[in-house]
């Protein structure tokens, strides 16, 4: 397992269309996250999941935004009707629960591009 | 309203000196905190991290420095080396179940050859 992959790494859109990214955790990992990040700014948290179960959701995930985790392997994080706003890189990350610490481990991540 | 605060966007230090990166909280119930290194073109690599019941915690060159009193910390590196340059977040969460990460805005550290 060389970690956690995201797909695609590249996306350009055009505004109102909708885009979907897929992220694949490392394997044993029952914890997947997902990031957005612009530019000189960390990663904002925006929702995660353990196992298939989404647990929570920020406050900044529009009703535009949904994730999915079916079968609590790989998930997928959608964008309805896309903004200019949107345009920023988004992290997917992955954890195991139960190993004493809880560091996360993040994917490279899918540059979105709204024009 | 940053949370988590790196005042300082960019640092440079000569190769084979002491990098101090600083980073103060403001959410007094943060008892988790974790430094990630993060290069161009990749997603953020974690580095250390240092439970609220510690005020140190070191690994190889890196050592983390809690001082919960004035709500701030801060990571060493020394010596530091060319490979060093990236740019470090640091990082909060309310629990050490991870459940949800507060990063700072980062701060770029550029080592001198």
């Known amino acids: 397992d060389t970690g956690v992959s995201q797909n695609p790494r590249h996306k350009i859109t055009k505004r109102g269309q909708n885009v979907t990214f897929r992220c694949d955790p490392i394997s044993e990992h029952n914890r997947l996250y997902w990031y957005r990040q612009t530019l000189g700014q960390g990663p904002e948290f925006l929702t995660y999941f353990q196992n298939e179960a989404q647990l929570e959701k920020s406050r900044l995930l529009s009703d535009r935004f949904s994730a999915e985790r079916p079968k609590g392997s790989f998930s997928t994080l959608e964008i309805q009707r896309t903004e200019q706003g949107d345009s920023a890189m988004y992290l997917c990350?992955?954890?195991?629960?139960?190993?004493?610490?809880?560091?996360?481990?993040f994917g490279p991540g899918t540059r979105l591009t709204v024009t | 309203d940053q949370q988590v605060k790196q005042n300082s966007p960019s640092l440079s230090v000569q190769e084979g000196r002491i990098s101090i990166l600083n980073c103060d909280y403001t959410n007094s119930m943060f008892d988790y905190f974790l430094w990630y290194k993060k290069y161009p073109a990749e997603g953020p690599t974690f580095l250390i991290s240092?439970?609220?019941?510690?005020d140190k915690n070191e690994d190889g060159r890196f050592t983390v420095f809690l001082n919960k009193s004035a709500k701030h910390l801060s990571l060493h590196i020394v010596p530091s080396q060319p490979g060093d340059s990236a740019v470090y977040f640091c990082a909060a969460s309310i629990d050490n179940y991870g459940q949800n990460f507060v990063f700072g805005p980062g701060t770029r550290l550029s080592v001198l050859p």
């Open positions: 240092i439970s609220s019941i510690k």
């Open positions: 990350a992955s954890s195991f629960l139960g190993q004493g610490t809880y560091e996360q481990y």
